[in-house]
């Protein structure tokens, strides 16, 4: 049992993607060897975002979509913390989807968590952002009529510095990605495949392994043509890195107050008299 094991209480389905996820990030922590003391994971609300009280570390459980901007707060005042936001489909990609955009174009230094089930699992089974179209629900009776949404393309087109997706069968390759999500400096998206097996009758294990297909390691992930081209493609859909681009500068190095100290706003001496002169400013 590793340091970052806690299972008490778990209360998805037996059975559900989830689990796999769950084991491929304790993979990716324990091989990086991270202090759990040193690392947060913020989630917003779903069967995906019950993941932090799963994991022996720190977190913050807040809002529906708003797990971003949690992450985006605790790593401004504490940059040398290790920050993942972690949540459903429908949580970051459909109520989170503004805090979605806005954190890839600021660069801040998290890793983003995706559990794609194409389905709202926790709420029993509408269409989410990500279901494909002519998919049937209780809601949806005559299927979805929509345009899937495609966070890869939407993130390569926003500057992402880091774009990538997994499938959480695959319990290795998923860690392996999630780890070096982690190592990267900046915003670093990993949507994962995860099927739904009590609301999502059509993606199941089976419809994953036979719609997706794994990248050629060998292949540069430095093309952004390339990675455009592969976001592009529906099943089979490409597992792996899709794009990585190293050197910008994150979020935090671009605030002033650390291009004064690299010390963490959390731990510097507050001066109240610069807060009165603020109140008093006219």
């Not at 966070?151 to 390759?173: D, K, Q, W, Y």
């Amino acid at each position: 049992m590793g340091k970052y094991h806690y299972d008490e209480n778990i209360a998805w389905c037996p059975g559900c993607g989830d689990f796999g996820i769950r084991n491929a990030l304790i993979k990716a922590l324990e091989s990086l060897d991270l202090d759990p003391h040193q690392l947060v994971i913020t989630s917003g609300i779903g069967q995906a975002a019950k993941m932090p009280q799963y994991i022996q570390t720190n977190y913050f459980n807040g809002l529906h979509g708003r797990a971003l901007p949690l992450a985006a707060a605790i790593k401004s005042v504490n940059p040398r913390l290790t920050v993942i936001a972690e949540g459903g489909d429908g949580d970051m990609y459909g109520e989170g989807g503004n805090h979605f955009l806005h954190n890839i174009r600021r660069n801040i230094d998290i890793t983003h968590i995706v559990h794609n089930n194409m389905v709202y699992g926790l709420t029993k089974g509408q269409a989410s952002p990500t279901s494909q179209l002519g998919y049937k629900t209780p809601l949806q009776v005559d299927g979805v009529i929509s345009e899937p949404f495609n966070p890869l393309l939407i993130a390569l087109s926003m500057g992402a510095t880091f774009v990538a997706r997994c499938f959480s069968s695959n319990e290795e390759h998923c860690a392996k990605i999630i780890e070096q999500a982690i190592l990267h400096k900046g915003y670093a998206l990993v949507d994962i495949f995860q099927p739904c097996v009590s609301f999502n009758k059509v993606n199941t294990f089976a419809w994953y392994k036979e719609n997706t297909y794994y990248l050629d390691e060998k292949d540069p992930t430095d093309s952004i043509e390339m990675a455009f081209n592969k976001a592009q493609e529906s099943s089979p859909f490409p597992l792996g890195i899709l794009y990585q681009k190293k050197g910008k500068k994150t979020y935090e190095e671009n605030c002033a107050v650390y291009k004064i100290s690299d010390q963490p706003i959390i731990t510097r001496k507050r001066d109240l008299s610069a807060v009165q002169k603020l109140i008093d400013h006219k």
